[in-house]
């Protein structure tokens, strides 16, 4: 077995880590305090080529796979969480066209989002309808030629700046059971109908815009389905077998981050006339939480190599998923312990990265959601 990156995928990671080292700064404060999406930080990630990796060339993206966007994740988070989110999570949703779109969805909706020249969302929670992805209750019908839908959707990142995004949609209210029921609709939201309120006073990632998004008679033409009618619902679910690697990378990226702020701290930090980072209590939270981090991540290579290798094992994935976040959280709380008191002070940046780990635990399947697929998985139907 081989465990060594190839050149492209070291040098992959090396221009990703000099863009937010050297990108990140001038916008996180800002951003985060006002909770405003930096746009030009995300026009020079477009520009630089950091948008899009996975797609073919011929959508402006480079060929490559989902793998290597989740590296650049990776850096990304290590930097500024809600810098990287806002950079890349601008393309989220894009990933369904990647997966089940036409060639003339993939031109027309990929190649703008690799330009900087558009940003798209994926609407699937709804207020009511959570965990319980199949519950979703937003209608469209279809009515000469078009879908019209109904409804509304919370949570959605980018709501707020998107210009188009995948909505899960009731399309088949009689179909056989409610995972048969649903589809995915493009969307764009300057078609009459489309509101969105921007949610503000999150704990993180505050860089990252989210909305909840309401559908009143907006109609579409029905081409703007992507995949099989009444299919949604597992589309949605392979979509996530692909996407949550992406979020691994977030949880593994902001922990590795917190630990090597906390490296630096101990060498410099002195208490009782000697450096912090001589006392075993010390340096054994540290070598926990790096071996975690490695844990972590060896876990979501694994499974982001086989998404590229055609095999979606949603157990490892699940299994990355909920793992990735808890060390996350763990590390980036074990940061700030570390830190003591400077650890609770907004200008040595740990106390951000510890309000933005959490998300990791929540978004795109919570813990106890991966931790219930992963124990189907094992036991089999009881
Ligand atoms: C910042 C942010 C960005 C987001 N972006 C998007 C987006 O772009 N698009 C989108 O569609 N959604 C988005 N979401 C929504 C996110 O995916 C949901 O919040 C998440 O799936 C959980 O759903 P919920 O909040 O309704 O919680 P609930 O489903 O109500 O869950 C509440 C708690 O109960 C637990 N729980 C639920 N069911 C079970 C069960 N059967 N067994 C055990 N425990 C259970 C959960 O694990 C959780 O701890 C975003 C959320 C946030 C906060």
Redesign the pocket.
């Known amino acids: 077995m081989d465990f060594e990156l190839s050149d492209e995928q070291k040098d992959i990671i090396r221009a990703a880590r000099e863009f937010a080292e050297g990108e990140f700064p001038a916008y996180a404060d800002e951003a985060d305090a006002t909770e405003t999406f930096p746009r030009p930080l995300w026009k020079k990630g477009c520009d630089l080529g950091f948008v899009g990796v996975f797609w073919d060339e011929a959508y402006g993206g480079a060929g490559l796979g989902f793998f290597e966007h989740a590296l650049i994740m990776e850096e990304f988070w290590r930097v500024d969480p809600g810098c990287g989110q806002a950079v890349l999570g601008a393309l989220?949703g894009s990933q369904m066209i990647h997966l089940f779109g036409t060639e003339e969805q993939k031109r027309r909706y990929l190649t703008p989002l690799a330009r900087g020249e558009a940003i798209m969302?994926?609407?699937?929670?709804e207020p009511d309808?959570?965990?319980?992805v199949a519950s979703g209750t937003t209608r469209a019908e279809l009515k000469d030629g078009r879908y019209v839908i109904n409804g509304n959707?919370?949570?959605?990142?980018?709501?707020s700046i998107a210009d188009y995004m995948t909505v899960?949609c009731v399309t088949h209210p009689e179909g056989e059971n409610r995972h048969r029921r649903q589809s995915v609709l493009i969307v764009e939201t300057d078609r009459e109908g489309f509101e969105a309120n921007k949610l503000k006073g999150?704990l993180g990632?505050r860089a990252?815009d989210?909305a909840e998004v309401t559908f009143s008679n907006v109609a579409v033409p029905a081409d703007h389905i992507v995949g099989e009618p009444g299919r949604g619902f597992y589309h949605f679910m392979e979509f996530f077998n692909h996407t949550r690697i992406h979020i691994c990378a977030q949880g593994v990226g902001v922990a590795q981050g917190a630990l090597e702020r906390s490296i630096r701290h101990v060498k410099t930090r002195r208490q009782f006339g000697r450096p912090l980072g001589s006392f075993q209590a010390i340096q054994f939270k540290l070598a926990e939480m790096a071996t975690r981090i490695e844990a972590a991540r060896s876990l979501y290579w694994r499974a982001g190599w086989n998404i590229d290798h055609g095999i979606v094992d949603h157990r490892l994935v699940a299994m990355a998923k909920w793992f990735a976040g808890e060390v996350g959280v763990y590390v980036t709380n074990e940061a700030l312990q570390i830190h003591g008191g400077y650890g609770y002070l907004r200008e040595y940046g740990i106390e951000r990265l510890y309000r933005d780990a959490k998300?990791v635990e929540?978004?795109?399947?919570?813990?106890?959601?991966e931790k219930?697929i992963v124990a189907r998985n094992i036991l089999g139907r009881l």
Do not use: C, H, V
């Open positions: 989220f969302g994926s609407a699937i929670t309808a959570g965990s319980d959707k919370m949570f959605i990142s980018n709501g899960l999150k990632i990252s989210t998300i929540i978004y795109e399947g919570t813990r106890e959601i219930l």
